[in-house]
């Protein structure tokens, strides 16, 4: 399995920035892609940004522009830059992997693969 491990997350005061990273082990050679995903209390959870292995990157509108995604392929990292946090950004960091295999019989099989999170807090 591919298993994404979590790191970086703490406490922040708004405006200030933080550094997240995630490094997957496992059947790394079979991820296409790898995001963040964040979840508040009472709230579901929700898409931060996604990037493929070609660099294609889609964000979520409330952090476009504050938050930059990058990876490391070679390494099965990718990592995520939080700039200009504000108190509604605090959250449960996720990060997801997403794998493709080819079966026998059945062809395609596209799983998906979470990390524990990282908990972010933005202190106004």
């Known amino acids: 399995q591919v298993q994404p491990v979590e790191s970086g997350g703490g406490l922040v005061q708004a405006g200030e920035s933080r550094r997240l990273s995630c490094a997957a082990s496992?059947?790394?050679?079979?991820?296409?892609?790898m995001g963040w995903y964040r979840q508040a209390p009472g709230k579901e959870r929700e898409l931060v940004v996604r990037?493929?292995?070609?660099?294609?990157?889609n964000y979520a509108d409330s952090v476009r522009g504050r938050f930059t995604v990058s990876r490391d392929n070679a390494k099965s990292a990718v990592y995520l830059q939080m700039n200009s946090l504000k108190p509604e950004d605090t959250a449960v960091y996720y990060c997801?992997?997403?794998?493709?295999?080819?079966?026998?019989?059945?062809?395609?099989?596209?799983?998906?693969?979470w990390g524990q999170g990282t908990q972010v807090t933005v202190s106004s």
């Open positions: 990037i493929s292995r070609s660099g294609s990157t």
């Open positions: 997801n992997a997403r794998a493709s295999f080819t079966v026998e019989q059945q062809g395609l099989y596209e799983p998906e693969f």
């Open positions: 496992g059947g790394t050679r079979a991820i296409t892609s």
